[in-house]
C-alpha cells in the first residue's frame, strides 16, 4: 500500500470513528467475536456483499450509504449486549439474527422499527439511535460540536441536542431523551 492509499484508508476510518463512533473493522470484528460469526455470514444478515463488508472493514470505503443496514449494525450490537449479559441464548440470537437479515429497516419513529415494547412502541434506545444515525449521517461529530458551539450563545438548549445527540454516548442520549419527555 502505497502512502496515498495509507492516507486515504486513515482519513476514512477516522470518518467512520466520527460516524459510528469507532472504525467499522473494529466493531464488525467484535460483531463477529461476540455473535459467533464469520465475515460471509455477518455480510449476509446485515444485507451487504461480502467485498463492501471487507471494504468498509478495511477502510477502502468510509460510509455505509444504506440506512436499513446501519439499522441492522445497531441491531447486532444490541444483540450482542444481550448475549453477553446473558439475557439471550446463543439459539434466540440465532433466531433473531434471521429476524434482523429479513428486517428491511424502516422508521422507528413511526414505529416500523426492530425493536418496540410489548405495546407496539418504539423503545427510547431505538429511537436514540435513530435520532443519532441520522444527525451523524449528516455531519461529522466535530462538525456537529462546531455547529452547537455556534449555537450555544443563541439557541443553547438546540446546542445542546446537538451535542448529545451528535456527538455523546447513547447513555447520555437516552438520559436527554427521558428528562424531556413529560
Known amino acids: 500500500m502505497d502512502a496515498a492509499q495509507q492516507d486515504a484508508t486513515a482519513r476514512a476510518r477516522e470518518l467512520q470513528r466520527s460516524w459510528y463512533g469507532e472504525p467499522l473493522g473494529a466493531?464488525?470484528?467484535?460483531?463477529?467475536?461476540?455473535l459467533g460469526l464469520n465475515q460471509a455470514r455477518l455480510a449476509a444478515v446485515l444485507g451487504l456483499s461480502a467485498p463492501m463488508l471487507s471494504q468498509l472493514m478495511s477502510g477502502q470505503r468510509a460510509k455505509i450509504g444504506n440506512p436499513a443496514v446501519v439499522q441492522r449494525v445497531q441491531a447486532l450490537q444490541e444483540l450482542a449486549g444481550q448475549v453477553a449479559d446473558g439475557s439471550i441464548s446463543a439459539a434466540e440470537a440465532t433466531d433473531r439474527m434471521d429476524e434482523i437479515k429479513k428486517s428491511q429497516g424502516g422508521s422507528v419513529?413511526?414505529?416500523?422499527?426492530?425493536?418496540?415494547?410489548?405495546?407496539?412502541?418504539?423503545?427510547?434506545?431505538?429511537?436514540?439511535?435513530?435520532?443519532?444515525?441520522?444527525?451523524?449521517?449528516?455531519?461529522?461529530?466535530?462538525?456537529?460540536?462546531?455547529?452547537?458551539?455556534t449555537l450555544a450563545r443563541t439557541h443553547p438548549e438546540l446546542a445542546e441536542f446537538l451535542r448529545v445527540y451528535g456527538a455523546g454516548r447513547t447513555a447520555e442520549a437516552v438520559a436527554h431523551y427521558e428528562s424531556h419527555q413529560s
Open 109 to 149: 419513529l413511526t414505529g416500523t422499527g426492530q425493536t418496540t415494547t410489548s405495546s407496539g412502541a418504539p423503545t427510547v434506545r431505538r429511537v436514540v439511535r435513530e435520532i443519532q444515525s441520522l444527525l451523524r449521517s449528516v455531519a461529522a461529530a466535530g462538525d456537529i460540536i462546531d455547529a452547537a458551539d
Open 27 to 34: 466493531l464488525f470484528r467484535r460483531l463477529i467475536d461476540d
